[in-house]
């Protein structure tokens, strides 16, 4: 048997970054607004569940960050876009979108890729509670 060797520290950037895009809605905000500039009803209409309070608070968010910016438009509209520092994000978010596609069978999160799936191998069973049936 190996010994365990002691991991290095996460480092605090990435942990800051995985925290910012980890947050509920945020990621699906950045996929809305790879699609282009939109405005706030056209991200509250194509991130299903989305409340207005808490897309505001996504929207700020990301621009405090450097991800969004917000532009007024010539005939007074207010649009949303991504910035190049956000638009960087969009090669990370394919291949969630990648892994997703592979491993995501829309069930329990226990997926089994689809290869394996044709293959015949089903998802591991869900952990029983102590003392559970």
Same mark, same amino acid.
């Given at each position: 048997m190996g010994r365990c060797r002691p991991r290095e520290p996460v480092c605090r950037r990435y942990q800051r970054a995985a925290e910012l895009l980890g947050r509920r809605w945020s990621a699906a905000v950045i996929r809305a607004a790879m699609e282009g500039p939109a405005r706030f009803t056209e991200? @509250?209409? !194509?991130? +299903?569940g989305l409340s207005a309070r808490l897309l505001a608070e996504r929207l700020r968010e990301l621009e405090a960050a450097g991800l969004m910016e917000r532009r007024r438009r010539d005939d007074g509209a207010?649009?949303? @876009? %991504?910035?190049?520092? =956000?638009? !960087? %994000?969009? @090669?990370?978010? @394919? $291949?969630?979108? &990648?892994?997703?596609? $592979?491993? +995501? +069978? =829309?069930? +329990?999160?226990?997926?089994?890729?689809?290869? $394996?799936? &044709?293959?015949g191998r089903r998802p591991p069973e869900a952990p029983r509670p102590p003392g559970g049936r």
């Open positions: 991200f @509250r209409t !194509a991130v +299903d207010v649009e949303y @876009r %991504l910035t190049p520092k =956000g638009q !960087a %994000l969009s @090669r990370v978010v @394919r $291949e969630i979108e &990648a892994w997703v596609s $592979e491993w +995501d +069978d =829309g069930a +329990d999160g226990r997926g089994v890729n689809r290869r $394996e799936r &044709a293959a």
